[in-house]
Structure formats: structure tokens, C-alpha cells
């Protein structure tokens, strides 16, 4: 199982303290989910979010990574806030799997998440 998939397994459900971060770090990214109050358009969002960290060279992951990253600037969401999502990921679900996170575990989800960014440019 590759590290990626096996500290996922570690973490439960990470959504929670995700959105928490996000929202710390950019508070005017909160207003954009008051509509959404059964938390079914962030759970779609990490649920892309996973599957493209699963895959991150493949042509449909780059294509919708490159198209959500448009989307997002017309929604008022700058470039360097939507990419820090993904690095957001990576350091809760760090936190959350505490010493089972090896030095394996980090390189693996630092060189997924700069190869997807990279290739969806």
C-alpha cells in the first residue's frame, strides 16, 4: 500500500479540522460555504482533493485541478489560497496520524501534492 493510502487510513475523517484550518488561515474563505449547510460541497471538495493526491499526474485529475483552480479565481479565490488547500491536507492529516507519520509518509505527500500543482498549471 503506498504511504498515501495508508496514512488516510490513520486519520479517520479529517474534514472538520480541514475546514477549521482553511478558515483560520483565510477567513474570507468562510463566507463562500454559508450555503453550505449539509457540508456536501466540502466533502466533495476533499473527496477531489483525495482522489487527485491518489493520482496526481493523471490527465483527468491535472484537468480538473487546472479547471477548479479557474473556477475558483471567479469565485474570488486567488491561485495561492486554492493550491494551499492541498497543503492544508497534508499537515492535518499529519497531525491527526501523529508518530505513525514517517519520514516516507511526508516525502510521499509533499512530491504528490507539488507534482499535481505543477502539472496542472
Known sequence: MDPITASLELVGDPSDAIYARLFERFPETKERFDRD????????????????????AGPYQTGLVRTERVNHDGFGTPAKVFDSLFWIVRDVCRERAGAAWTPE????????IERLLAASK
Open 105 to 112: 509518509t511526508e516525502a510521499a505527500w509533499t512530491s504528490q
Open 37 to 56: 449547510v449539509s457540508g456536501s460541497i466540502r466533502a466533495e471538495m476533499l473527496t477531489m482533493v483525495f482522489d487527485c493526491l491518489m493520482n496526481p
